[in-house]
């Protein structure tokens, strides 16, 4: 079965500080990958996705997000956040044609 | 730009009556889009699947008479909301995708819609 799991619900860094947000998929077939983030009634905003190719991808706002085959994860990370990172984030898997499915999310909070 | 536009993007209802949300790919053909819903502090749940001129595919437990899908063509799909009552309020958000084998790869979501039912 198609799955998505994020198993940090919240998380609480430092501005400046790294961040690495979780995602591990379960899927039938090698999945295109997603992170999405949310901010308070807004809706998605697409960060990266991973296709195919180089399995280190570079998204916007100094994301990245490496895609581990023999892990089944595709984590994302930042090297130094920003307070204005605090939001929604959401790890999606589907392929084109498919369903995409979200995992259940991770809350980002950034301390000044 | 924006290559999925929904629209509206919030939209206030009185209990009883019908909402309708569109979604269109803005440089793309859709050959197959998505209609997800989000409950607060929840993640997005797939409502259903609909390919253009077909009937849309609903996920289980969701009520394809209240929530009607039509994907007329191929940068046009609508989901109305019939007989809207207050736990229909929701985020909606549609993604538009292109087909499994296109060479041009498309895959973007909507803005979304927040629905409030009064």
């Known amino acids: 079965a198609q799955s998505v799991t994020q198993p940090d619900i919240h998380i609480t860094v430092s501005e400046g500080a790294s961040l690495e947000l979780r995602c591990n998929y379960s899927y039938g077939a090698t999945p295109y990958l997603f992170w999405y983030v949310q901010s308070p009634g807004q809706g998605l905003q697409l960060l990266l996705k991973y296709f195919s190719g180089d399995t280190l991808v570079q998204g916007i706002k100094g994301f990245e997000a490496e895609f581990k085959r023999s892990q089944s994860s595709f984590n994302l990370r930042k090297p130094s956040v920003h307070w204005s990172d605090a939001a929604e984030y959401f790890c999606?898997?589907?392929?084109?044609?498919?369903?995409?499915?979200f995992g259940p999310g991770t809350s980002l909070s950034v301390i000044p | 730009g924006a290559v999925v536009s929904q629209h509206p993007s919030w939209v206030i209802c009185k209990s009883g009556t019908s909402v309708k949300i569109e979604c269109r790919s803005l440089d793309f053909q859709a050959t197959t889009m998505f209609w997800y819903r989000q409950f607060p502090k929840q993640s997005l749940m797939l409502m259903a699947t609909s390919n253009e001129g077909s009937k849309a595919t609903y996920e289980q437990g969701v009520e394809k008479d209240k929530f009607l899908i039509n994907h007329a063509s191929l940068t046009l799909s609508t989901l109305t909301v019939t007989s809207a009552h207050p736990e229909d309020s929701s985020f909606y958000i549609c993604?538009?995708?292109?087909?499994?084998?296109?060479?041009?790869?498309?895959?973007?979501f909507g803005s979304g819609t927040q629905l409030s039912v009064l």
């Open positions: 993604s538009a995708q292109t087909g499994l084998h296109s060479t041009n790869e498309k895959l973007f």
């Open positions: 999606a898997v589907g392929a084109l044609g498919d369903k995409v499915i």
